[in-house]
């Protein structure tokens, strides 16, 4: 396990000073400061005017984050209940995805933690997309949600979620693309790579176990999610905690932990680009 790297764990800008007035070796008292030639800058001034601006961890780097489900899709049953082709079988467009048993629903958890990401990693300077742009709407189709990445050459994709399993059952797993002959094949190897990067950010940054009831060592491995057997760039799933288990739906309710949620699969990501 590689440790996360230190610009992972604390971004910040680097704002080059150009340093300049009065000190132990600047003119003496009374004397004035000697004077440059006429229409030259002072070589401090110059310095300042030719530095770069400091680079961003994640400069030049696309990614796209896509936020399971829509909120409106429960009202548009026809519409998501449509059979859309994923190369290894047929499926919905999409699914309302589970809730809390508070109501608190998945769509709006995974829209709420994409916008957080998004905050995140723009600081970082990474230019990222979401595959939808509201919490209101229905869709897109898992078949578009994979396209939008593939359009978009996006050096990293992630599809944000939270599982609906028995209550008993708690922690998180990641879900990454196996072999189809198809599209995604090129990028499975890459995929597993942000898969491990993804699961060990989130373990550390957020604390929550890995899952008790399926995958190893909380990694998963499936070849029925159009989401990734579409995709032609690196792509993962995580199902980010069990909503129907107390302890999970406690902290993914809370606004605070879904900050260190958004902050966590940033850092994981990031571990990833920069590897």
């Known amino acids: 396990m590689r440790a996360l790297p230190a610009t992972v764990l604390a971004v910040c800008g680097l704002i080059a000073s150009a340093c300049g007035g009065t000190g132990s070796g600047g003119a003496a008292a009374g004397q004035a400061a000697p004077a440059t030639a006429a229409g030259q800058a002072s070589p401090s001034s110059a310095t300042a005017k030719e530095a770069p601006p400091a680079a961003k961890p994640l400069d030049g780097k696309v990614i796209v984050i896509d936020p399971g489900h829509n ?3 429960y009202r548009n049953p026809k519409v998501i209940n449509r059979q859309v082709d994923v190369l ?3 499926k919905a467009c999409d699914t309302t995805g589970t809730s809390t048993n508070s109501g608190y629903s998945e769509a ?3 829209w709420d933690v994409s916008n957080r990401m998004v905050r995140i990693l723009e600081r970082r300077g990474a230019t990222v997309k979401l595959t939808r742009t509201s919490n209101n709407g ?5 078949t578009e949600r994979a396209a939008i990445g593939n359009a978009a ?10 599982d609906g399993s028995a209550p008993g059952n708690h922690g998180f797993h990641v879900i990454m693309p196996r072999k189809i002959n198809g599209p995604v094949d090129k990028v499975v190897g890459a995929s597993s790579e942000l898969g491990i990067a993804v699961r060990d950010a989130y373990r550390k940054g957020t604390g929550i176990a890995y899952s008790t009831y399926i ?3 909380a990694l998963d491995y499936r070849n029925d999610l159009g989401g990734l057997n579409l995709s032609t760039v690196p792509k993962v799933f995580i199902e980010t905690g069990n909503m129907r288990n107390a302890g999970d739906a406690a902290k993914l309710q ?5 900050q260190k949620i958004a902050l966590a699969l940033a850092n994981g990501l990031q571990h990833y680009l920069e590897a």
């Open 108 to 110: 709006a958890f995974t």
């Open 88 to 90: 290894t079988q047929k």
């Open 71 to 73: 909120g409106a899709n």
């Open 215 to 217: 995958g190893r060592k």
């Open 254 to 258: 809370s606004p605070a932990f879904r």
């Open 138 to 142: 229905v869709g897109p189709c898992i």
């Open 153 to 162: 050459r996006a050096d990293a994709a992630i599809s944000v979620h939270a």
